[in-house]
């Protein structure tokens, strides 16, 4: 286990033992020196030890420690507004007992003023608010303009390496569609793939980093579709404190829960204009083709399945296909549903106008109850407001263009 681990899980104990035992009383100096002593053992080699608590894990000099994502002290911490905690290595027992003592205070104070929340005194402990990265909006900012939150140049901003991997894995989930419609199997190895290069370009950078891609043309979007909406399921059920297995179960279900548009005629899906309302309920019965796809082609693909047949029904049973008796849809299929909307509306299609990620989550928020589950509908909205969606063109020669405000 990695002495960041190792610290970690002995500061999770003595934050347990103090809320037991009251002050003076032998268990709480116990894990005073316990604590103190893994410090002074992961200060042996660095002149500071950063953490960084957030609802979904915890970060140590920078960098996501992916063994301590269920660490369940990382979000009672950074609701308690200790998001960050440095440690200098000339640190001393007694301020570190105070920082103990501060954070105890903290976890149980409930409810904090921004006077409590402030930072200790100069020490070689520090405890406060998580550092916000460059000039990126905390959850609780109001931007003017939700373009200039979402929506920013990539090209520079991002790897090359990594823009052109994504364009890659554009081009497999073509070639994925494609297969489906020809063969009668199809190629897991290759949908697992793109999906464990989506998430490993989630955590390429130092936050979390949704790269999702801008269309050259129209007929491009069911590809650009489902790879955004797999990279936005994986991000949400990260927020949602999702195992790391259920994350990727989660990004292989988006990728393909719109497999059934394969079976659609071309005419219909890139059409430009609004659909009559036979061309209607030929595109509807893609929920229920994409299912039976799946059963057929691959076994071990029932969440998929489930996914693609209930992504567009409604909370309140509404939507389609109809169901004949009225029951809860999976949570899988409730947080693509969310995902599939956000990326649906906030994209350029020939009869109207991109939204504005602010407009989306507007109606998201407006739809809460009946159509979206308000606890992902809410926990999709932190994970926007927070981060940063960038647009990454799916061919090098495309340019990226911010949405424009319906007018």
């Known amino acids: 286990m990695s002495r960041p681990n190792r610290f970690l899980i002995a500061l999770g104990q003595s934050l347990s033992t103090m809320g037991l035992y009251a002050a003076g009383h032998p268990a709480r100096e116990r894990g005073v020196d316990l604590t103190f002593n893994r410090l002074l053992d992961l200060l042996s080699d660095v002149q500071c030890a950063e953490f960084s608590f957030m609802d979904v894990g ?24 200790v998001g960050r905690l440095e440690v200098d290595a000339d640190v001393t027992r007694e301020q570190w007992a105070a920082a103990l003592e501060q954070m105890a205070s903290l976890l149980g104070a409930g409810t904090l003023s921004s006077a ?4 200790m005194a100069a020490t070689a402990v520090r405890i406060g608010a998580l ?31 990594l823009l052109a991997t994504l364009r890659d894995d554009a081009a497999t989930v073509d070639w994925i569609h494609a297969e489906a419609l020809q063969s009668e199997r199809l190629p897991m190895a290759e949908v697992e793939a793109v999906v464990a290069s989506m998430a490993s370009a989630m955590h390429g950078e130092r936050r979390m980093l949704f790269p999702l891609l801008a269309m050259k043309s129209f007929d491009e979007y069911t590809t650009t579709h489902a790879c955004n909406v797999a990279m936005l399921a ?17 990004g292989v279900a988006g990728l393909l829960h719109d497999i059934g548009k ?27 083709e994409g299912a039976r796809l799946l059963l057929e082609r691959e076994r071990g693909l029932q969440l998929p399945a489930v996914v693609a047949y209930e ?9 389609y296909p109809r169901l004949h008796f009225g029951r809860g849809c999976h949570l899988a299929s409730r947080l693509v549903h969310v995902c599939d909307i956000f990326d649906a509306l906030t994209t350029n299609r020939p009869y109207r106008k991109p939204w504005t990620a602010e407009q989306t989550l507007t109606f998201l928020a407006s739809r809460e ?11 999709f909205a932190r994970v926007v407001r927070r981060g940063q969606i960038t647009p990454v063109p799916l061919s090098p020669d495309a340019t990226p263009e911010p949405p424009e405000p319906m007018t």
């Open 369 to 379: 109850g009946s159509e979206t589950d308000p606890v992902l509908s809410q926990a």
């Open 311 to 319: 992504h567009h029904i409604c909370l309140d049973g509404n939507g």
């Open 116 to 119: 409590e929340a402030r930072p």
């Open 58 to 81: 915890v970060a140590y000099r920078g960098r996501e420690l992916e063994e301590m994502r269920q660490w369940d002290w990382a979000p009672r911490l950074s609701a308690a507004s």
């Open 131 to 161: 550092k916000v990265l460059s000039d990126a909006p905390t959850e609780t900012s109001q931007p003017s303009s939700a373009a200039s939150l979402l929506f920013e140049d990539t090209d520079e901003s991002l790897d090359p390496d």
């Open 234 to 250: 994986m991000g949400l059920a990260e927020e949602l404190g999702c195992s790391r297995r259920e994350v990727r179960a989660f």
């Open 262 to 288: 394969i079976t659609i005629p071309k005419e219909i899906l890139t059409k430009p204009g609004r659909l009559t309302p036979q061309e209607k309920a030929v595109m509807n019965t893609h929920p229920a």
